[in-house]
């Protein structure tokens, strides 16, 4: 066994240093995929692993310190001081760290891609021309998927790609943009309405994926979003209250994307489905930080203003006074929107290895071994 696995060491090597990825030498070494399933990434800042780092926007980019601070040491594009969900989920399931898809020269997708863009949501309009929304991430796989069934046959490609694992998270900007920009869709558009044009979306990404022959699909809840430190800002301070008009739209989506997804199960042969509860989890660890050993749920720990909630971490933003916290690993929050590296850390935790009442049928490691 042993001695097999070296040979297709050798063989993928020799591959490798043709510089040509033949077909056959991927048939030869198809242990490299088919012991583990690929994770393809979708979605916004969450997820983002530095896709941004390679477009033109002035708005959604952390390719500066403090950012990276604490485990790459070095901005890496990850709005965080550290590792994101999906990295974490990626070191659970014994992957390396799934690099951007826009990374130069990133062309090698046997173990899955990074399109998540930060500021992305699943409507067209969230964000436009500073971000890669949703459809075009979309595009993007399909692409991704086209090259695979080059290099690898289509019964390989096919192989890894049912077997892949593909997390999401979107939605968020959706809901947030309207309000930050004062937008008229407020005022057009009933929260059931709107809900529907974003689970609508999300939907039909779902569907193509499948046609292109994903299967395992994993949702995490939207988590409440008005309790972001920039979310309060507009609260007055010491009320310790989040901001609540986006609270329909954030409950709404999480019941709707929870029943689409048991349709598509019921419709769709082999569509499989996981929904780590983040909603209930996040709240917690707001509302309880010391419960989870943090010492501050509400405020940032990199920003200005209340609660930290102006978006200034890095001075790269217009503001360039900003206040740095000493010890991260007290925060919840790392800059106005975005969670630290530990609070990460609790969410991937449930959603890799949760029981069923917080994941749905199935945790990530579930999906994985399937
Ligand atoms: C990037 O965007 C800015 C502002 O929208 C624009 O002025 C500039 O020409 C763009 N640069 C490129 C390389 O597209
Ligand atoms: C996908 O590939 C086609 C053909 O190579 C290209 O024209 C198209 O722009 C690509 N789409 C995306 C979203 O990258
Ligand atoms: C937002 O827009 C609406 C109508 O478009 C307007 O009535 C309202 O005053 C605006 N609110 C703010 C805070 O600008
Ligand atoms: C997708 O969103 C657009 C707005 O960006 C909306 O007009 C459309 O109806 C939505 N599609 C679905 C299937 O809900
Ligand atoms: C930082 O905070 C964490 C969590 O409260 C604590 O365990 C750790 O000892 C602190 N580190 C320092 C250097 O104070
Ligand atoms: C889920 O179930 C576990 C044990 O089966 C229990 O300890 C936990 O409190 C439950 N969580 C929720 C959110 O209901």
Redesign the pocket.
Known sequence: MAKLNLINIYLFVFCISLFNFQTKCFDESSWLYKKQAALFIFGDSQFDAGNNNYINTTIGKANYWPYGETFFHYPTGRFCDGRLVPDFIAQYAKLPFIPPYLLPHNKLFINGVNLASAGAGALVETRKGSVIDLQTQLGYFKNISRVLREKLGDTEAEALLSKAVYLFSVGGNDYLFPFQTNSSVLYTYSVEQFVGQVIGNITQVIKEIYEVGGRKFGFPSLWPLGCAPVSRTGVPEGENKCFEPVTPYVDLHNIEISKVLQKLHSDLKGFKYSIPEFHTLMGDIINHPSKY???EGQVACCGSGPYRGIWSCGGRRGVTEYYLC?????YVFFDSSHPTE?AYEILAQLAWSGEPNVTGSYNLKALFES
Do not use: P
């Open positions: 050993g943090f010492k000493d010890n991260v690993s007290e530990r």
